[in-house]
Structures are given as C-alpha cells and as structure tokens.
C-alpha cells in the first residue's frame, strides 16, 4: 500500500487520517522499505515497532508486541510492521452473485 500527504484535498486515506500521522506513516513505510534486506536477516517473519531506522522492539506475536508498546501511552503513534522478505502482494477478490 502507498501512502501519500501531498494532496491537500481529502482522498482516500486523508479523509480519515489526520495529514501528520500520514506523513508520519509515509516516512517510516519508507525507511522500512529501505532496511527490508537487513531487518530479514536480524527479524524474518517477526513483527517490529520501528523507528526513525530503528528497531525499538520485536516479537513473532504481534498483539504482545502492540499490547507491549502501547501500553504506556495508547494515544502515541507507532509504525509496527511485519518483516517479510518482499512486500506482501495486496489482493482482493470478489464474486458478482445473481447474473445468470
């Protein structure tokens, strides 16, 4: 999924997210990205609080983990995600019933 800030009229994501959490998204999504090769070596598969090019916190739990960094303040912003190889392929699939 990418995430953009630079429109500033309400589309999509924008329209529920506040324009400084989504730049705040963006940013971290995209030294994330960065660091894919490296966090795979140190992390596969296991889900990360990262950071500004860090990672803060891990574990292959991902509800221990958001339960472990949220606890202290539920209100902050965090960028938790899971450290797969490649990005994961967004699919959606659907049927159209009654035409027949």
Do not use: C
């Not at 960065?34 to 916190?57: C, I, N, Y």
């Not at 202290?72 to 965090?78: A, G, I």
Request: charged share 30%; proline share 5%; glycine share 6%.
């Amino acid at each position: 999924m990418t995430l953009s800030a630079e429109n500033t009229k309400p589309k999509g994501l924008e329209q529920y997210i506040d324009a400084a959490v989504l730049a705040y998204l963006e940013r971290q999504q995209g030294l994330f990205d960065a660091s894919r090769t490296e966090l795979f070596k140190a992390h596969p598969r296991q889900f990360v609080w990262f950071e500004d090019g860090m990672v803060l916190d891990a574990d292959i739990d991902e509800d221990a983990l958001f339960e472990r960094v949220m606890g202290p303040d539920p209100d902050r912003m965090v960028f938790i995600a899971q450290v797969l190889e490649t990005e994961p392929q967004r699919m959606v699939r659907y049927a159209v019933l009654g035409q027949g």
